[in-house]
């Protein structure tokens, strides 16, 4: 039994990509302060691409993150191609699209396997679980070691991708490696399916719903986007401007904490696989549709461990997805155009995996930055965390200390948060 | 006989590395039947307190608890590995020290976080002994393979030896040189062994092996910071 007023530090947390620790404080009344406090060192990365050439930037970029850095190297090319001034054409959009899928289905499958599912089984990591639910742990490496070798293919490596660039791709796929991968997807359609269905099996560990959250995604006409977006939308049906997203969107110094908390317009959003399907699921792919329809999924989730769902049916709508863009594109226009450098500045915003990502720059008129600016999905999902903890674990205070730390722990793991991103947060001008 | 006790972490990095490392997949499976893998935070709960027989660390030393851990580490473990271009040369993090103009970073960043936060970042050996160096951002997986192979089988990795550049990789392959291009490559200066990956795809190498054993340190160092100053990217110290 907990007294009142007891503090918990859950230590450094595991199975999560980056340093974190979480700090409860309960008080009297329930918890009293929540403090998400990423360890990440600084990594100075928005300095670190200050006053470089605009064709370096995605390529450092890249490094801000080890699983979604095909992620950050996209959101920096869209900022940089639209301050240039250039419209890549129809099938260097598709192809991106691709590759971006296929990053999209690589981060949610090493997340659901690698690093969700063993919370489910009660294991600590899949290699133990390995020994009971062999089937479990070897779908998911065949699952990942496919779209590793699809990523390498039309990306040349999976890690800090190579052909994506300012200008379009240096390297196309052959026709004849473009089928091979469209057989593989193919193959893994199945695997797919049953990775759904597994997941809406499997018991939760707890209830994780916070009344009134709100999501925010990316909105693109007709479409389930990831990337090229319109602009930023919420559950609500607001609609609002890239740029208007960069201004609306600040940072508040907490008032129990060092750390900032960022909010839209002075409200907590949630983004990410849940969000964006909360907001687009109409336009899912048509077969992905017919999948969520016979297994009878709701159309709204309310419980953050169902952004495991979410993901999980979004590595079926990408993969759909990807077979189309495949099937009907023309390799021989895929190329890469010379740019020149130009003054401007732009933003872009994508959907990384993990939700919204921001990349802002400043260029001169070298082609050089002299304003970086990044947002990073988990450091919007801090503030949404934090709350969530505080509706969620109120009641529980009579649970030992451990419990809670475990269950929080739990909790975080299913917004699949990435603090190596999220640690330079941090935005910087300089004048010169 | 008792399984070989191993073990991973990253500091200040991407953890591209590790997710590399995660690229093993199923052999994954088949090496931990041979090996024991008893810490690693990425991808598993276990906490473990006693002594390795080898450990990895990704990532450059940036905090002064890194450096503790560093060293706690190397009291810890028989053989300590750095992988990756942050560990063993400093990786991207170097611009921030050729950058280092320590009043310009202040003047961007909140100063509680500059109290953590060394002045220069570091590769592991500039702190600890380290015993074996893969090289890389990220880092290449058949040369981990090939390390983690050794330590089955012969019970003692072994790195390989190169005295070669990424130009002799592009030659032995016929890629096209993509200095004809114009464009600035580190090939000739740039560790070989990656199988010239980078300009194999059509993207120039920006020298994330490390410079090659027979270039002389001095004349590199000031190539490099040319090179950061003049808008570009390098991945290593001279």
Known sequence: MKNNFSEIETGLISRVEGHAEIYVKFSAKGIENVDVKVLESARFFEAMLLGKYFKDVPILASRICGICNHSHTQAAIEAIETILGFKPNEDTMLLREALNNISIIYNHILHLYFLAIPDYYGYNDILEMSSEHMDIVKRGMKFAETISYINSIIGGRTIHGLTNVVGGFTKAPSEDKVKLIIEKLKSLKEDAKITLENFINLKQPFKAIREGSIYAAIYKERSYPFIYAEGVTTNNGEKISKDEFSKNYKEEVKPYSKAKIGKLNGKVITVGAIARYNIANQNLHPEALNIIKNVGIKEKFLDKFQNNIAQAIEVIHCIERTIEILENINLKNIKRESLFPKAGSAVAIIEAPRGILMHQYELNEYGKTKFVNIVTPTAINIASIELDIKSIFSNLSEYSDSIIASNIEKLLRAYDPCFSCSAHNLKIKIDK | ?238
């Open chain 2, 1 to 238: 006989m008792e399984k070989l006790k191993i073990g991973f972490l990253s500091l200040t990095g991407c953890e591209g590395c590790e997710f590399v490392i995660l690229q093993l997949y199923e052999k994954l499976l088949k090496i931990s039947k041979r090996i024991e893998i008893v810490s690693f935070r990425l991808i598993s709960s276990k906490k473990y307190q006693g002594q390795f027989d080898v450990f990895f660390i990704d990532g450059s030393i940036t905090t002064k608890d890194e450096e503790k851990f560093v060293k706690e580490m190397r009291n810890r473990s028989k053989i300590l590995v750095a992988i990756g271009s942050c560990a063993t040369d400093g990786g991207v993090n170097i611009i921030r020290n050729i950058m280092n103009d320590p009043n310009s970073i202040k003047s961007v960043y909140k100063s509680e976080f500059l109290e953590e936060v060394n002045k220069e970042t570091k590769p592991l050996d500039s702190i600890v002994k380290i015993d074996y160096k893969l090289p890389g951002c990220p880092i290449n997986i058949e040369e981990l393979e090939y390390f983690i192979k050794n330590i089955i089988v012969k019970k003692k990795p072994k790195e390989r030896i190169i005295n070669y550049t990424v130009c002799n990789d592009c030659i032995s392959k016929g890629i096209e040189c993509v200095t004809k291009k114009g464009i600035f490559c580190a090939g000739p200066l740039t560790k070989g062994g990656c199988g010239a990956i980078c300009p194999s795809f059509g993207v120039p190498c920006f020298g994330c092996r490390g410079p090659s054993i027979n270039l002389k340190k001095n004349n590199l160092k000031e190539l490099i910071k040319q090179r950061v100053e003049n808008g570009g990217i390098v991945f290593a110290q001279g």
